[in-house]
T-cell receptor
Framework: NAGVTQTPKFRILKIGQSMTLQCAQDMNHNYMYWYRQDPGMGLKLIYYSVGAGITDKGEVPNGYNVSRSTTEDFPLRLELAAPSQTSVYFC???????????FGQGTRLTVV | AQSVTQPDIHITVSEGASLELRCNYSYGATPYLFWYVQSPGQGLQLLLKYFSGDTLVQGIKGFEAEFKRSQSSFNLRKPSVHWSDAAEYFCAVGAGGGGADGLTFGKGTHLIIQP
C-alpha cells in the first residue's frame, strides 16, 4: 500500500551509539518531516525538508541530523545517543499545495 | 509563535454518549486546523481538516469539528461514541498550500470509553 514507511519499528540503543531511522514515501510528496512524541507532550518537529537536497531545522533539532538525497527518502541520524532521545519518532509527508500530512507508523527508540 | 491548547488530558465517556474535545489555537494568520487520532501503538490518522469555507467540517468515522474564529477554537464532536473510538486525539495548526512549515500539535486528549 502507498504511504510512509518507517524502519525499524523498535530499537534499543546504548548511550553514545549511533543509528539511522529510515523513512520512505512512495507518494512523490515534496515535503517530509520528522517529529518526536514524548508522553503528555504531543509531537515536536525535529527537521523538515521541502525537496531533495533541502532541509531545515524544526523546534527540537539538537542531537539529530538529516539528509534528503532523493524525493522518496528522508533518514534521521542520531550520532551520539542520549537518554533524552528516548522517544517515539514519526516521519510524515505531504504534497506541496495540499493540506494534511500522512504519517508513518513510528519508531520506538529507547536509549539506555 | 503558534500554539495549540487541549485543556483536557483525559476524558471518559460512556459508549453511545456524545463527545466534545476542546481545542484552542494561537496563530498569526488564517489557520489551517487539523484533528488527528492515534490508536495505541499506531501512527497518526487524519480525521478532518479546516482551511476555509464552511466552518463546520465533516471528517471520517462520524466526527465533525467547528471552527470559531472569535473564540480561536476548533472543537471536535461526535454524536454517539463507539468503544473503538478510544484513542489519543491531537489538534494541530499549521500552514498548508505553499507553506512547508510543519504542524504544531497540542499535547493530546486521551479518550476512554466506558461500557
Amino acid at each position: 500500500n502507498a504511504g510512509v514507511t518507517q524502519t525499524p519499528k523498535f530499537r534499543i540503543l546504548k548511550i553514545g551509539q549511533s543509528m539511522t531511522l529510515q523513512c520512505a514515501q512512495d507518494m512523490n510528496h515534496n515535503y517530509m518531516y520528522w517529529y518526536r512524541q514524548d508522553p503528555g507532550m504531543g509531537l515536536k518537529l525535529i527537521y523538515y525538508s521541502v525537496g531533495a537536497g533541502i532541509t531545515d531545522k524544526g523546534e527540537v533539532p539538537n542531537g539529530y541530523n538529516v539528509s534528503r538525497s532523493t524525493t522518496e527518502d528522508f533518514p534521521l541520524r542520531l550520532e551520539l545517543a542520549a537518554p533524552s532521545q528516548t522517544s517515539v519518532y514519526f516521519c510524515a509527508s505531504r504534497d506541496r499545495g495540499r493540506v494534511g500530512a500522512f504519517f508513518g507508523q513510528g519508531t520506538r527508540l529507547t536509549v539506555v | 509563535a503558534q500554539s495549540v491548547t487541549q485543556p483536557d488530558i483525559h476524558i471518559t465517556v460512556s459508549e453511545g454518549a456524545s463527545l466534545e474535545l476542546r481545542c484552542n489555537y494561537s496563530y498569526g494568520a488564517t489557520p489551517y486546523l487539523f484533528w488527528y487520532v492515534q490508536s495505541p501503538g499506531q501512527g497518526l490518522q487524519l480525521l478532518l481538516k479546516y482551511f476555509s469555507g464552511d466552518t463546520l467540517v465533516q471528517g471520517i468515522k462520524g466526527f465533525e469539528a467547528e471552527f470559531k474564529r472569535s473564540q480561536s477554537s476548533f472543537n471536535l464532536r461526535k454524536p454517539s461514541v463507539h468503544w473503538s473510538d478510544a484513542a489519543e486525539y491531537f489538534c494541530a495548526v499549521g500552514a498548508g498550500g505553499g507553506g512547508a512549515d510543519g504542524l504544531t500539535f497540542g499535547k493530546g486528549t486521551h479518550l476512554i470509553i466506558q461500557p
